[in-house]
């Protein structure tokens, strides 16, 4: 949860949350449904915390700023109109994309905060944008685990194969060789 949350305000934490994903899937695929709908449920609210949490300081704090900035600033304006109106026409897709997008998860969040878009459509695409994140992550461990599977099975073969093996090098050595008759 609070790697999550933290991630959001890009305190960086390099692969972890995307192991603990993958270990996630590796747990489905394992059948340990609690621990793995667990780890997902903290995952999903850490994110949606830090991304609310950012939302709303910049809704609150960057929004009056940065109109008082633009007074002075007549170009700027335009570009902020634009991604008004896109913001606008793709709702929750554009917050999504945007989320989805390396190293633009916080730029979106502070966008959507001072451009004041509904709570609701930056909420919905932050939902979408970890559903298609987890998935992703999940969905791919859910492989592993699988694969696991038959990597364990060869595994608990491999015994039984080389004592076989052994075996039949012990009689090759002790049986005495054919000799041909002249």
């Known amino acids: 949860f609070l790697v999550n949350a933290l991630g959001e305000l890009s305190i960086p934490f390099p692969l972890v949350m995307q192991g ?11 059948g340990n449904t609690t621990l793995a709908l667990s780890l997902v449920a903290a995952t999903l609210l850490g994110s949606l915390s830090g991304a609310v949490g950012v939302y709303s300081l910049s809704r609150w704090v960057a929004g009056p700023v940065v109109n008082r900035l633009l007074r002075f600033i007549p170009l700027k304006r335009l570009w902020i109109t634009r991604a008004e109106a896109n913001l ?71 015994p039984g194969v080389l004592g076989l093996l052994v075996a039949v090098m012990v009689l090759a050595a002790c049986t005495p060789a054919a000799t041909e008759a002249p």
């Not at 603990?20 to 394992?30: F, P, R, S």
């Open 20 to 30: 603990v994903l993958l270990l996630v899937g590796y747990n489905l695929a394992h």
């Open 88 to 158: 606008k026409a793709l709702g929750p897709l554009a917050i999504a994309l945007g989320r989805l997008t390396p190293g633009r998860a916080l730029p979106t969040s502070v966008t959507a905060g001072t451009l004041r878009v509904p709570w609701f459509t930056f909420l919905l695409g932050v939902l979408v944008s970890e559903a298609v994140w987890t998935g992703l992550f999940v969905g791919l461990g859910v492989l592993v685990g699988r694969s696991s599977y038959d990597v364990e099975r060869l595994f608990s073969l491999l």
